[in-house]
């Protein structure tokens, strides 16, 4: 099973800053990870897939990096709708899908 | 506009059953493969379950194996999942969601609301 840690477990910002987030693989998943946010009482919503594509509405300040087993999710600047957590997940090598154990962004 | 609207959650004692369902509308549901995820309260995510486009290969968890059956009636465009021999690790809000491509890509572009299981005594 591929474990995903994601770090920090919580990043503390400013509206306007920048954010980087962090996912490791235990083993490489080459360029199949994902990027989810989840606002309280909400469901995940899709960010990033395949590392670095953006998914349908999603807004340039949302970008992605990385392969093999290091995963970068980078807001430029932090809107106030983006203070959320957010998970990485791996499709490389499944079953079982693998989820990262979140990043909270909160409001400094 | 795609929605995914799911029930069926509730109360239930362990080792009991439930049927969780997803009713699928606004895209072509067989299609695509469809899964379930679950959050415990608190918690982050967890794959549970996941079934080709048509229904005829699924995918477990290893908590889930030979308790829980997922599946799919196209003609109802509904997805399923059968939970039997219910644990109190079993409770969760469950979510289905439905893959972001028309292949077994295995992202998620659409989530339903959820629907929660509490298993107590």
């Known amino acids: 099973e591929i474990v995903l840690t994601q770090s920090p477990a919580t990043l503390s910002l400013s509206p306007g800053e920048r954010a980087t987030l962090s996912c490791r693989a235990s083993?490489?998943?080459?360029?199949?990870v994902a990027w989810y946010q989840q606002k309280p009482g909400q469901a995940p919503r899709l960010l990033i897939y395949?590392?670095?594509n953006r998914a349908t509405g999603i807004p340039a300040r949302f970008s992605g990096s990385g392969s093999g087993t290091e995963f970068t999710l980078t807001i430029s600047s932090l809107e106030p709708e983006d203070f959320a957590v957010y998970y990485c997940?791996?499709?490389?090598?499944?079953?079982?899908?693998?989820f990262g154990g979140g990043t909270r962004v909160e409001i400094k | 506009e795609v929605q995914l609207v799911e029930s069926g959650g509730g109360l239930v004692q362990p080792g009991g059953s439930l049927r969780l369902s997803c009713a699928a509308s606004?895209?072509?549901?067989?299609?695509?493969?469809m899964t379930w995820v679950r959050q415990a309260p608190g918690k982050g995510l967890e794959w549970v379950s996941s079934?080709?486009?048509?229904?005829?290969?699924?995918y477990y968890t290893d908590s889930a194996k030979g308790r829980f059956t997922i599946s799919r009636d196209i003609s109802k465009n509904t997805l399923y999942l059968q939970m039997n021999s219910l644990r109190v690790d079993d409770t969760a809000l469950y979510y289905c969601?439905?893959?972001?491509?028309?292949?077994?890509?295995?992202?998620?572009?659409?989530w339903g609301q959820g629907t929660l299981v509490t298993v107590s005594s």
């Open positions: 969601a439905k893959s972001a491509m028309a292949n077994m890509n295995m992202y998620f572009d659409n």
């Open positions: 606004g895209f072509t549901f067989n299609s695509f493969a």
């Open positions: 079934i080709h486009h048509n229904g005829e290969t699924t």
């Open positions: 083993q490489s998943v080459s360029i199949y």
């Open positions: 395949d590392t670095s």
């Open positions: 997940q791996q499709r490389q090598h499944w079953p079982p899908l693998t």
